[in-house]
């Protein structure tokens, strides 16, 4: 009779233990990031950081969630601000962005996240496709199709083959020609400029891709120069083998692709329309011609490269004003190294682009005047 008791009661134990310990691991934790509005401020508190001239605190608020499967449930969520985050404070019926904590189907806490910004976002980008094939009009919907299939290839085919390790400087290289065949192949067809401007938009960034490979190994850029994105990937890639240096040189060529195509386009264009006017033109006046049209846009171009990258970087520059050091000693700064780098390859591979393009464009005109190549 003892045993059946003893061996009931260790049945009984299992059980128990089971209950406990597996019933633990069944419980089910989330992260949901629904939208929501701000229906009332509970709580705020707020003091100025006299280093940092920056009001810092906390909020309470109470909000309804709008999105999601718990639309229409009200929570209390929280907001710190702290000196160095994107430090904002709400008030009633601002449409934000929280996120919740989900354990077996119950919101535990809620953290406020930021402000919603999806309509507006939407709204800007329909204003501008709008205009594009208002003005545009065939040309326009081309570039729009274009736009789309660009964003595509980078960010569902370029962005994903850089995260799983494949040589960034390659994937840059061919995402660029990929995308310059398309682009031109769809505005402007199967034609002899288009094939002018394909090569020496490809010339041109393989220019920038050289130079830029040769000076970040004379500089000895590790492509990790401080910028809070690239220290987040540092952390959320550990696991993978990431080559940071080749992902700078990427963002360099990625970021000369759209100014480099222009610049390609516009020359082969120009001598496609001198040949037009004149079909006997020589050789030497036909490339001189493009050249001089080359000249007048290298500089505007440049310039506008060199402005895109400072506006960029403007932040940068006012740390860098602050500093109060003379230039000898900030130029062994990665951080600055680098925006020169950047700006300096991306111009070199603009300025190469033209006498590429002129010169394919001639031996093209001169060897199929006949064709529509």
Do not use: C
């Amino acid at each position: 009779m003892k045993k059946v008791i003893s061996i009931s009661t260790l049945i009984l134990l299992i059980l128990v233990f089971n209950t406990v310990v597996y019933g633990a691991e069944e419980e089910t934790l989330s992260i949901e990031r629904p939208k929501a509005i701000v229906t009332e401020i509970i709580e705020t508190n707020k003091e100025l950081d006299l280093q940092t001239g920056i009001y810092i605190g906390f909020q309470i608020v109470e909000v309804e969630i709008l999105s999601g499967i718990f639309q229409g449930e009200l929570v209390f969520a929280e907001k710190f601000n702290y000196p160095g985050d994107a430090n904002f404070w709400l008030e009633e019926k601002d449409n934000i962005l929280i996120q919740i904590e989900v354990v077996n189907g119950e919101i535990i806490t809620a953290d406020i996240v930021d402000y919603t910004r999806d309509y507006s976002t939407l709204i800007l980008v329909s204003i501008f496709i709008a205009l594009l094939i208002f003005f545009g009009q065939k040309q326009g919907l081309k570039s729009v199709l274009t736009l789309g299939l660009t964003l595509f290839l980078l960010f569902k085919v370029m962005i994903p083959l850089l995260f799983a390790g494949y040589n960034p400087i390659l994937l840059a290289l061919i995402t660029g020609g990929i995308v310059t065949a398309t682009t031109f192949l769809i505005v402007s067809g199967f034609t002899r400029k288009t094939l002018s401007a394909l090569a020496g938009t490809v010339g041109g960034l393989f220019s920038a891709a050289v130079i830029s490979f040769i000076f970040s190994r004379t500089m000895n850029l590790s492509g990790l120069h401080g910028d809070e994105e690239r220290m987040l990937l540092v952390t959320t890639s550990s696991e993978l083998s990431m080559d940071f240096t080749g992902l700078l040189l990427a963002g360099i060529i990625i970021g000369a692709l759209g100014a480099v195509m222009d610049v390609a386009i516009s020359i082969a264009s120009s001598m496609d329309e001198v040949q037009k006017v004149d079909p006997d033109i020589s050789k030497k006046r036909l490339f001189t011609s493009g050249m001089n049209v080359g000249k007048d846009i290298m500089g505007t171009m440049a310039n506008t490269l060199i402005l895109a990258y400072v506006g960029a970087a403007l932040p940068l520059l006012l740390i860098l004003y602050s500093l109060e050091s003379p230039i000898f000693e900030l130029i062994h700064l990665e951080f600055l190294v680098v925006e020169i780098l950047r700006t300096v390859a991306g111009s070199i591979g603009l300025i190469l682009s033209i006498p590429i393009t002129a010169i394919v464009m001639v031996l093209l005109i001169k060897t199929r005047t006949s064709s529509t190549l």
